[in-house]
């Protein structure tokens, strides 16, 4: 009789406590040889806490954690390392200031004699890019990188350890079409030599092609492990919140007569080839697209954060082509950017500051001498509430927020003043289904009180399910405009792949 293969992980009840707070809870997980075993949760649910322990960023408080049946302890995150557990977090760990090669090899470095071989490392590098079908300059230093880059080569360098346990923190979310086919490319080479893959994402739509198996947690509590094709996206959602799917997004009321505020109008920029585009009061405007469709280019060029090449953009009747991007804000326009930590947050400033920034235009909090403090944080509490952020989180420091978090204080960051249109790019990125249906709420709240509401997404059903009114984007210009009953995956998909000759 055939003996069952041991597990490479197994955590038995496994626990971890933090001064007053509970992270996990009797937790069982299992990682078998050539399996991509996915964690899903919402932000809190303990998934970050269950990776940290297994990587040797700290052990368990109770519980067993068992390598190739071996109970083991780690001291550290090299010590885990050593034994074959690499990770790839979402705060990545290069050193800024060296180079991708360097960054590859650190600590592993190629020698002649007493010196390192620099020629070989470069060259080495090369090779593994290669390999990994990833253009990049080797002699780039990190800090020099696209997001993209910096993961791309957190993972170049998770592969070159030859790990035989390899975690990935949402390792798709900078990443474009192209690049997330070669990362589940080298995923599934990997997983091909034996290789147990931990996947944490809450993009669900991958999980049906790279999963095997589906750990959901909630609040510390292990919920169910099921195999994938046991499951629907719609029960992992229901286990992850404790809610059925149709409750994530509301139903918004729209406008009897919609009317345009911002109107653009043969617009051409850099990826942009001439898009008309109308934003109504009262209603919400989907724009869908894969990544480099234009669909984020086009908002960008209207509001001034690039150049536009021609055409027109009225704000209420007021040519505003070519304007600067702060005359849109004073005008009542607000944009939330994709990427909130290089654009939409101060990082080392609190939740309150920040929420704070976007009260500065506001009469009330105006005194002879300067500004009142008092008014101005007696606001923003307002809008802490407003967003779901507690006093304790907006007295934190952002970097030490959670993702989910970090965007509800972008969102709050809004609320300061009260903006005409609001355009949210990638309103939900690297957040779970919990934080999303907090912040699809405030989107409806917006719309229901008459705001012109934008929501640029590359999450397909989060663009389908809050749209009125959808534009679908692809080589730049707009190739579908879909309202009501119109607004379905087989539409959007057509439209998706629509020639530049066939664009609407």
Do not use: C, W
Not at 347 to 373: K, Q, Y
């Amino acid at each position: 009789m055939q003996s069952a293969i041991t597990p490479l992980v197994e955590m038995t009840h496994v626990g971890r406590t933090f001064p007053g707070v509970t992270a996990l809870d009797g937790v069982n997980f299992q990682l078998m040889p050539g399996e991509v075993h996915v964690l899903f949760g919402e932000n809190g649910a303990g998934k970050s806490t269950l990776i940290s322990i297994l990587s040797g960023v700290y052990p368990q408080t109770s519980g067993s954690v068992k390598l190739d049946g071996e109970e083991v302890t780690f001291a550290s995150v090299a010590d885990a390392k050593a034994r074959g557990i690499s990770a790839v977090f979402q705060e990545f760990s290069l050193v800024p200031t060296l180079s991708v090669a360097k960054n590859i090899f650190l600590g592993d470095e190629p020698m002649i004699g007493p010196f390192i071989d620099r020629v070989r490392m470069e060259r080495e590098a090369k090779e593994l890019f290669a390999e990994l079908d990833f253009d990049i300059d080797v002699r780039a230093t990190a800090v020099s990188l696209s997001r993209a880059e910096q993961q791309m080569t957190e993972i170049a360098k998770a592969i070159r350890s030859k790990a035989r346990v390899l975690i990935l923190d949402e390792p798709t979310a900078s990443l474009t079409e192209r690049e997330t086919e070669t990362l589940f490319r080298i995923v599934m080479e990997a997983k091909a030599r034996g290789v147990g893959i931990v996947y944490i994402s809450h993009r669900i739509q991958e999980f049906s092609i790279i999963a095997d198996r589906v750990t959901v947690l909630r609040d510390g509590k292990l919920i169910e492990t099921v195999k994938i094709g046991d499951t629907t996206s719609e029960n992992l959602v229901e286990m992850m919140t404790g809610r059925a799917i149709d409750q994530v997004y509301p139903s918004i009321a729209r406008a009897a007569e919609p009317k345009p505020v911002l109107s653009i109008r043969s617009l051409r920029a850099t990826g942009v080839n001439g898009v008309d585009i109308d934003v109504r009061a009262g209603e919400v405007l989907g724009v869908a697209g894969l990544v480099g469709s234009g669909k984020s280019r086009a908002f960008r060029a209207a509001l001034g954060l690039s150049s536009v090449h021609s055409g027109e953009i009225h704000l209420n009747g007021e040519n505003l082509t070519g304007a600067p991007t702060r005359r849109f804000l004073r005008n009542g326009v607000f944009y939330l950017p994709p990427d909130r930590k290089s654009e939409g947050l101060m990082l080392s400033a609190t939740a309150r500051n920040n929420i704070n920034l976007g009260l500065l235009f506001r009469p009330e909090i105006a005194t002879a001498t300067g500004l009142s403090s008092r008014r101005q944080n007696a606001l923003s509490s307002g809008i802490g509430r407003k967003v779901d952020l507690t006093e304790e989180y907006m007295a934190r420091p952002v970097a030490n927020l959670s993702g989910g978090n970090q965007q509800k204080a972008l969102f709050g960051k809004g609320f300061g003043t009260d903006y005409q249109v609001y355009i949210f790019d990638e309103p939900t990125v690297g957040v779970d289904m919990g934080t999303r249906a907090a912040l699809y709420r405030l989107i409806q709240a917006l719309a229901e009180a008459g705001k012109a509401v934008v929501v640029i997404s590359s999450d397909l059903p989060e663009a389908m399910n809050l749209a009125h009114r959808l534009l679908v984007f692809a080589g730049g210009r707009v190739t579908a405009e879909l309202s009501d009953g119109d607004i379905n995956e087989t539409n959007v998909l057509k439209a998706f792949f629509k020639a530049e000759g066939e664009a609407a």
